[in-house]
Structures are given as C-alpha cells and as structure tokens.
C-alpha cells in the first residue's frame, strides 16, 4: 500500500533563480537565551512565592504569580522557537514560522488574566487590610527586581522575534511588579500603612496592561494576515503601477508567511507576454529595496486581451488569395516521449487567413467531424480540424499511457507554431473542449475565444460508464451498411440526424481492413482511460477547475439538454467561478451537440463573428 512520506520533497520546496532569496523557515532565534531566562525566573519564582506566603504581601505573591506566567511564557516562546524551526511538510508547506506569533498571542491574553486576579484581590484588601511583613517583602522583592534586570537584559538581545519580545513584556512587567513590592515593602517598613500593598499591586497592573495590548494587537494583525505594519500597502500599489512596463496592478495582496517575511501575490497587465521576465526582474528589484520584500508571486495578463485583441481577431478581414483548401489533409511531427509522431490535419479555406479556426475532436471522432461548420465558417477563416494522436490519419503511439491531454495540448502547440499565427479561435467538443481549457489556462495562450461543447471541469459518473462500454470495445463488420448503423445507434446522443448527414458524420470514422469495418481509431486510447481510478478521477476535476478559473477570454458554454457529461449544475458553477462564460442549451440533444445542423451552425456563426 503506498504511504505519504511527512517530509516534504525538497524539490517542491527549493528556490531557484527567480524564486524568493529567503529560507521559509525562521531565522534562528537565539534559544540560548530563553533557556536561561527561563532558568533563572522558574527558580525564583519559587523562592518569592514562599517568602510571600510568610511575608502576607499580594505585591509579593503577585509579583511571585507573575513569575511563574513568566516562566510559562518563556517555556511556551522556546516551544515555539523550537517549533517554528522544523523543516516545512507536505501539509505546512510554509514551515512553522506563525507557532512564535501564536505562542506571543497565548502569552498576552495570559497576560490579562493576571492583571485582572491581581487588581480584584488588591481591591478587596482595601476593604479588608491584611497584615504584612515589609522588611521580608522588601528584601525580597530588592532581590528579585536584580533578577528581572539579568533576565530582561538577556532577552533584548533578540529584539526581532515577536515571541521573544512578548516574553520581555512579561519579563519587564514583572520587574515592575518587582518595584512595586519593594515600594510597597519600604512603605510598610517604615509607616505601617499596609494599604500600600494593595495600592501599589493595582498601579505595576495598569503599567503592564499598554505593553500586553500591543504585543496582543501585532500578534493578532499576524495572525489575521494582515499587511505588515511596516509597509505601507497603498504605497506598493502605487510603485507597481510605476515600473516601466506595468499598465495596471489587481487583484493585490501583501502579508507576511512567517514573523519578518513579509509576501505578496498579484496580477500585473502588461502590454506585451515577451517582455515579462523583464518587467519581473524590475519588479522584484523594487519590492526588495524599497518595501523589504522579496517572496513574489505575480500572475502577468495582456491588458486589453478581450476587448482589443479579440476584437481585432474578429474583425480583421482575410486577404485575397488564389489558394483555398476544401478538406485537404497535411501533417505536422510532434514528440512523444523519447519517439516522433506525426498529426494530421484536415483544412478549410485560405492558408493566409490570419484568423484561424481550431476545432478539436471528442475522445473517438476525428477531425472531419467538422466538415460541414468548416464550410460554412471557411469564407471568413482558416479552418483546421487535427486528426488528434491515435485517430484518423495520424500515427499510433507505441506507449498508450501518452494518450493524454498533456501530450495532446504539446501537439496542438507544435501545430499552431507550424501554421505560424499568434491567435486563434477555439471550438472544442468533449474531450477537444477539455483540451483547450488546459491550453488556455496557460500562459502566453494564443486561444482568443472558446467555445466548449458539452464538457466541463466535473464529468458525470454516468457518462463515464457510458464512455467505457464502447471506447476500446471489438467493433468489427463484415457490412459496411452494419458497421455505420452500429455506429450511428453508439451516437444516438448527438440528435436526430437525417441518413445524409449521419453519413457525412459517422462515415469517415469506419475503414475497411482485411474485409472488415473497423473504428479509425487506435483501441489503445482507451488505456489510460481505464487507468483512471475515483481518486485519480478527483484530484483531475480540482485540477480542471483551477484551470479554468485561470482563463480570461470570452467563452461559451454549449449543452445539450439530455447530456449525461455536463450537468446543468456543472454549467452553472462554471458561469460563476469565471465571469468570462457563458452558456446556451440545445434542446433535444444529449452529449454531445454535432454541429451539423444549420441552427448550431449559427450559434459558432454568432459567438465567434
């Protein structure tokens, strides 16, 4: 049975060039000195509280109670030190940093409720005076002020640690606590007023209480994520805004991972993807000098994308050329693995029209499924339809666990590198919708717009049944006329269809092999697909769903209303998470629309004019 490792893989954790030049785990505190301030408090703290008991003094016994908080407040800064330097783990992938600022927080509000105890039994003394030695108080107190002086001048040698600080606070309240008792001692000594033990008890209380609040708000900013105090937030908007190349910042935040460490994560529009390293570099060069931080995350997005670029991908006319191609078949070679492959590609219409169509195929069909969108949207641009890996008329791979989207979307780049344009438009069914949600999630993405046909991040456990009772299944006739009514009725789904046009669909799916009618397709494509367990299949939709969040073009979601695949709640949940989509049904078709019907011809017509 296979077993999670509890460390951390170091790759996943180790910086490179570019990464943050910090370590995320914090910088040693030295432990050193809590140790020995713990010893020292822990060990009188003993003593004063037995001469308080003897004594009858509350600033004593106070000033004993705070030392024990003292030394619990020391023991917890050390736990935490000890804590905040283990190594990260694969589910604290940020360290242990924050156990300082918790334990600091711990401290304060212990903190309070000691002052509270001390100020409610000084009150009732005032009421009911008890008596008290002050020679023994003062002696001891005189001996405890020098202790807490030793204490708190080794505690301020480590003046960066929040935690630390906030057990100085409880070291320096109790060297007031200290005063407190020796005054009062030395009144009693010498007036016999034994009010002043109360009196004096409240006063040291109300002292402590300003330092204890401000080690409890910073603990408390730290811990709610909130801007490091020593940043001006605003101030880093601004900068960004003023880096040459930086058009527009969103979408900006700034906290700190670890006391000291501060980071921040953005979105930076920028007018060109190929000067991105560049304006990174100056950014990470500003945010280091001027503002302390060096752990950036920032997501570049080409400003105007959709309003400028999209629409002059629309509306840019096609030149006039003598070349027009119907259909016709050309290949591209790709890699795979440590092999080459090569895919073809059906298109329609002028070569030289730099806007270009990208219509990509379902798990079993191939690209002439497209044929007839292709001729009606030829006229206005390229149209190309890819024989994806393992179908139609591209190669085999001879490792089936390659038939994947990842191998499919490196395919599809090499092929649009090949065509050479920067931008086209997307029309994907099923797994070809699938196919460009990863594609245009990534960065520098040429897609301009999509339209997604019948799939989404979360894929039904029906249709995934209904996929694996036929992909990879024997098909195999000695009929023609059998072999494509057999098919026809596995297509039943995709809607009524005339015999003419289920010809021109499912047609060129069937080739005749040593007199048989055989699938175009490679049977072993179904491989990984049977490969796929439930908990595969779940971290693939989490994936899928953080890809799609990430697109920023204008989609459209087409369903058709009987679908298995995509349910009406996915499509809603997909309209929601990412304001660019949105969704049309098409009613009396199950998964998924075809595409050959002049009414979902113009609905592509519509959404991509």
């Known amino acids: 049975m296979h077993q999670t490792s509890s460390v951390a893989d170091p790759s996943l954790h180790a910086h490179k060039k570019g990464d943050a030049q910090h370590s995320h785990s914090k910088q040693a505190s030295n432990q050193n000195l809590l140790l020995i301030a713990l010893i020292l408090t822990l060990g009188f703290s003993g003593v004063e509280a037995a001469a308080a008991y003897f004594a009858g003094s509350l600033a004593l016994i106070s000033d004993a109670g705070h030392m024990v908080t003292d030394a619990a407040a020391?023991?917890?800064a050390l736990l935490a030190q000890i804590i905040s330097r283990r190594p990260?783990?694969?589910?604290?992938?940020?360290?242990?940093g924050r156990a300082e600022a918790l334990a600091a927080f711990v401290n304060g509000i212990c903190m309070l409720g000691l002052v509270a105890w001390i100020v409610s039994e000084a009150i009732s003394r005032f009421f009911t005076?008890?008596?008290?030695?002050?020679?023994?108080?003062?002696?001891?107190?005189?001996?405890?002020?020098?202790?807490?002086?030793?204490v708190a001048w080794v505690l301020s040698h480590d003046k960066k640690s929040v935690n630390?600080?906030?057990?100085?606070?409880?070291?320096?309240?109790?060297?007031?606590?200290?005063?407190?008792?020796?005054?009062?001692?030395?009144?009693?000594?010498?007036?016999?007023?034994?009010?002043?033990?109360?009196?004096?008890?409240?006063?040291?209380?109300?002292?402590?209480?300003?330092?204890?609040?401000?080690?409890?708000?910073?603990?408390?900013?730290?811990?709610?994520?909130?801007?490091?105090?020593?940043?001006?937030?605003?101030?880093?908007?601004?900068?960004?805004?003023?880096?040459?190349?930086?058009?527009?910042?969103?979408?900006?935040?700034v906290w700190e991972m670890t006391p000291g460490f501060p980071a921040l994560i953005g979105h930076i529009e920028i007018a060109n993807m190929q000067e991105w390293p560049q304006i990174m570099s100056r950014i990470n060069t500003m945010l280091l000098n001027d503002h302390g931080i060096d752990h950036v995350t920032l997501q570049p997005e080409q400003i105007g994308e959709e309003e400028h670029s999209h629409d002059h991908c629309m509306k840019e006319h096609a030149p006039t050329s003598a070349i027009k191609h119907h259909g016709d078949t050309f290949y591209v070679q790709c890699v795979s693995g440590d092999a080459s492959h090569r895919m073809a590609y059906h298109a329609w219409g002028?070569?030289?029209?730099?806007?270009?169509?990208?219509?990509?195929?379902?798990?079993t069909r191939r690209g002439s499924d497209f044929k007839t969108l292709a001729e009606a949207m030829c006229d206005d641009y390229y149209v190309v339809c890819p024989d994806i890996v393992g179908r139609g008329d591209s190669d085999r791979l001879s490792n089936p666990m390659l038939y994947a989207v990842p191998q499919y979307v490196a395919d599809i780049m090499q092929l649009i590198k090949t065509l050479g344009v920067t931008q086209v438009d997307w029309l994907g069914t099923s797994m070809g919708g699938l196919i460009g949600m990863v594609y245009a999630a990534m960065p520098n993405s040429p897609i301009c717009?999509?339209?997604?046909?019948?799939?989404?991040?979360?894929?039904?456990?029906?249709?995934?049944?209904?996929?694996?009772?036929?992909?990879?299944?024997?098909?195999?006739?000695?009929?023609?006329?059998?072999?494509?009514?057999?098919?026809?009725?596995i297509c039943a789904t995709f809607g009524e269809h005339t015999p003419q046009e289920w010809e021109i669909y499912n047609g060129p799916m069937l080739l005749e092999r040593n007199g048989k009618w055989i699938m175009h397709y490679d049977a072993d494509i179904a491989v990984p697909f049977a490969a796929?367990?439930?908990?595969?299949?779940?971290?693939?939709?989490?994936?899928?769903?953080?890809?799609?969040?990430?697109?920023?073009?204008?989609?459209?979601?087409?369903?058709g209303a009987q679908s298995d695949l995509l349910s009406a709640q996915t499509v809603a949940k997909m309209c929601q998470v990412n304001p660019h989509a949105r969704s049309i049904e098409i009613p009396n078709v199950g998964h998924a629309p075809a595409f050959v019907k002049k009414e979902q011809i113009a609905i592509a017509k519509e959404f991509f004019s």
Request: proline share 6%; charged share 15%.
């Open 74 to 76: 020391l023991g917890l």
């Open 88 to 96: 990260p783990s694969p589910k604290h992938s940020f360290g242990f």
């Open 129 to 150: 005076p008890h008596q008290v030695d002050g020679l023994t108080v003062s002696v001891v107190a005189a001996i405890g002020l020098l202790m807490n002086i030793v």
């Open 164 to 253: 630390t600080r906030a057990a100085l606070v409880h070291v320096m309240g109790d060297l007031l606590g200290s005063v407190g008792a020796l005054l009062a001692g030395l009144v009693i000594q010498f007036t016999g007023w034994m009010p002043a033990d109360a009196l004096i008890s409240i006063l040291v209380s109300l002292l402590i209480l300003k330092s204890t609040f401000s080690i409890l708000g910073e603990s408390y900013h730290f811990l709610m994520e909130g801007v490091p105090l020593h940043i001006d937030y605003s101030r880093v908007g601004k900068d960004l805004k003023g880096v040459p190349g930086v058009l527009a910042v969103h979408d900006l935040h």
């Open 350 to 363: 002028d070569p030289k029209n730099p806007r270009v169509l990208m219509c990509v195929h379902g798990l």
């Open 449 to 489: 717009r999509m339209l997604i046909n019948d799939v989404g991040p979360k894929i039904e456990a029906e249709a995934i049944t209904r996929l694996g009772s036929y992909v990879g299944q024997p098909f195999e006739f000695t009929n023609r006329a059998e072999a494509l009514e057999r098919l026809n009725a």
């Open 532 to 559: 796929v367990n439930p908990m595969m299949a779940k971290a693939g939709e989490v994936a899928m769903w953080h890809a799609f969040e990430q697109i920023h073009i204008p989609m459209l979601i087409v369903r």
